[in-house]
């Protein structure tokens, strides 16, 4: 055996409903696999969720200009192009209503 490896074993009780359950649900697993994952999980579950925030905050400065009518046309151009835009412009088209007509007795 290694010396990179270290081996805990792990009993189980064929008279213990729990420990039929959880042999019965690891039939087909690899048990090893399957335990190290667990615990890593629990893991990650415990530890503190450790935020890094940016060293630099950058600010932009935006100016607001007059634009040109040929300007705000391009803009609309541009923007109609995008597929979110159509769809959503295909979804807010009114559709007519249906007349309504009543029933004859």
Do not use: C, G
């Not at 697993?29 to 990650?44: C, G, H, P, Q, T």
Request: hydrophobic share 35%; proline share 6%; aromatic share 6%.
């Amino acid at each position: 055996m290694s010396k990179n490896k270290k081996i805990k074993s792990v009993s189980f009780n064929f008279k213990n409903e729990n420990d039929k359950k959880i042999l019965k649900h690891i039939a087909r697993r690899n048990f090893s696999v399957y335990v190290k994952k667990l615990i890593l999980a629990d893991i990650e579950r415990k530890e503190p969720v450790q935020k890094e925030f940016p060293v630099e905050v950058k600010k932009e400065v935006v100016t607001i200009t007059k634009k040109s009518i040929y300007d705000v046309a391009q803009i609309k151009k541009e923007e109609i192009k995008s597929p979110l835009i159509q769809k959503r412009a295909e979804e807010s088209t009114i559709k007519p209503a249906r007349p309504y007509i009543p029933k004859r007795n």
